[in-house]
């Protein structure tokens, strides 16, 4: 993991590079007060103040200042020192008006390489420093850099590295990291148990067996709440099997269970007085002799009878019978996190996670803390009417609707079936994934929906 505490620390007086930021608005004011060299220079370079981060060198003896236009100077987007931190020669930087705030996050993140599968690191420059006064700051930052870092590098591990067992040992490093008690679901037990989660994980139940992975960690007396991650560590379709394109970036299918690990971490890690409840539901939907097949019918731990309409659903079943699992404990608010369907993508495209939640007032939250902290969401429906088309005819339901339309809404009102309805409830259909790729955030897994997340919980659950 990249060392993010060496990359932001704490303003001592150190001698550091200012970098300047302007905005279209701010340019030409600024641009008055500098040096005749500073104008001669920006101007000869065509740096104008309006191109999006765009930056350029002023040059002080042997050493320089940066100038870098944002889209708003005084409102600092999480991304907009981003492409600072990638291009910049390694050094001490630090701004030259006010504290970088959340914009450290694209600081550090734009530092973020995933280079294990590389023989030698893609990038050989040193480190890149940001020096801010916001002492206080540098901690949350860093937490969040690490979280969102988290997801991305097993979301970009290959499935062949990363399996069941694979996301076992990172809750249990978060467990042992936290004292947290961990606890694994597997084998006749599950069956027994978790029907829905062995059905799902049952072609590959000897080489990558599916497991239910538990955390619970905080005191009992404080308000409980579930996390709930889908953990398909390839989703090759199952018998159903997807078109080539659609299985080339199924190592993703586990980026929810990323989400719930990261998130379970933050909570841990920033001491909410809460009871946390993490869920991760870890299998391979392979294909193989044992595998669940079209036309079965699973009965799930709810009790309800499920009739499998297509193996490709398979993300709403596993996560049926961990939300069931969730509910019995009645916790104050279940969030999951889930790369659940195709349709949710071409509804909302790659930024927004399509959020579900089953009450008005827990919506606005999710919202406003959302925009908040820069990290959208989009609400969509649960459509009343569209359940009744998830029958069967012979079993309790089907896993789809068996039409082509409101896909990711289908999915949502599967999963409330599973869900107490007393209990709070959002769950969010995220892609986990970005292409192509922006600064600070390369192509490749990402966590998005994250941040607000655990704002929202920050927000609701911080003693005052
Ligand atoms: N993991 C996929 C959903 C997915 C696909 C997420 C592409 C992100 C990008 C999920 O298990 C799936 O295959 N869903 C099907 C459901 C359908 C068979 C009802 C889908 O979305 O096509
Ligand atoms: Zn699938
Ligand atoms: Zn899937």
Redesign the pocket.
């Known amino acids: 993991m990249t060392d993010f505490a060496s990359l932001l620390v704490p303003d001592r007086g150190q001698k550091a590079r200012a970098i300047h930021l302007v905005d279209k608005g701010s340019f030409v004011s600024w641009l008055k007060k500098r040096p005749a060299e500073d104008r001669a220079l920006l101007e000869a370079h065509r740096f104008d103040g309006k191109t999006p981060y765009a930056f350029a060198i002023l040059p002080r003896g042997s050493e320089f200042e940066v100038v870098a236009t944002v889209k708003n100077a005084e409102d600092l987007s999480p991304w907009c020192l981003a492409a600072l931190a990638e291009k910049l020669p390694e050094g001490l930087y630090k701004l030259a008006d006010g504290g970088p705030g959340i914009a450290s996050l694209g600081w550090l993140l734009g530092q973020h390489r995933f280079d294990a599968y590389r023989s030698k690191p893609k990038d050989e420059r040193g480190p890149r420093v940001l020096v801010t006064g916001e002492a206080a700051k540098i901690e949350e930052m860093l937490r969040l850099a690490e979280a969102t870092a988290l997801v991305r590098d097993l979301v970009d591990t290959p499935a062949a590295d990363l399996g069941p067992a694979e996301l076992e040992k990172a809750a249990a490093d978060l467990a042992n990291r936290s004292g947290a008690q961990l606890r694994v679901t597997t084998g006749g037990e599950l069956a027994e148990g978790y029907p829905l989660i062995a059905a799902v994980g049952a072609a590959a139940t000897l080489e990558r067996a599916p497991r239910l992975i538990e955390l619970e960690w905080g005191k009992p007396e404080d308000p409980r709440i579930a996390i709930v991650g889908k953990g ?1 560590c390839f ?1 090759s ?1 199952g018998l159903d099997l997807k078109q080539p394109s ?1 299985m080339r970036i ?1 190592k993703k ?1 586990m980026g929810g269970a990323a989400h719930a690990l990261a998130l379970a971490g933050l909570v841990i890690n920033a001491r909410l007085p809460l009871r946390l409840h993490l869920l991760v539901a870890a299998v391979e939907n392979a294909v193989s002799g044992a595998a669940y097949r079209p036309g079965d019918v699973v009965k799930s731990r709810k009790g309800l009878f499920v009739e499998v309409d ?1 193996t ?4 709403r079943l596993i996560l049926a019978d961990a939300l069931a699992k969730a509910g019995e404990d009645n916790p104050d608010l279940i969030v999951d996190f889930a ?5 949710a ?1 071409t509804a909302l495209g790659p930024d927004l996670p399509a959020t579900f939640v089953n009450r008005d007032d827990l919506a606005a939250e999710l919202e406003s803390a959302a925009r908040e902290v820069d990290d959208p969401l989009w609400r969509l429906p649960l459509w009343e009417p569209y359940d009744e088309d998830l029958k069967s005819s012979i079993a309790d339901m089907s896993n ?1 609707s068996g039409n082509a339309m409101a ?1 990711a809404i289908y999915a949502a009102l599967f999963l409330r079936r599973f869900v107490p309805e007393q209990i709070p409830w959002a769950h969010l259909d995220t ?1 986990a994934w970005r292409d192509p790729g922006k600064p600070g955030r390369p192509k490749g897994g990402d966590a998005l929906g994250l941040r607000a997340v655990f704002a929202m919980l920050e927000r609701r659950y911080s003693s005052p």
């Open positions: 398909v989703d379709g659609g199924m299918d297509n490709d659903a398979e993300g790369t659940l369907t195709g349709a993508r789809t896909g892609w």
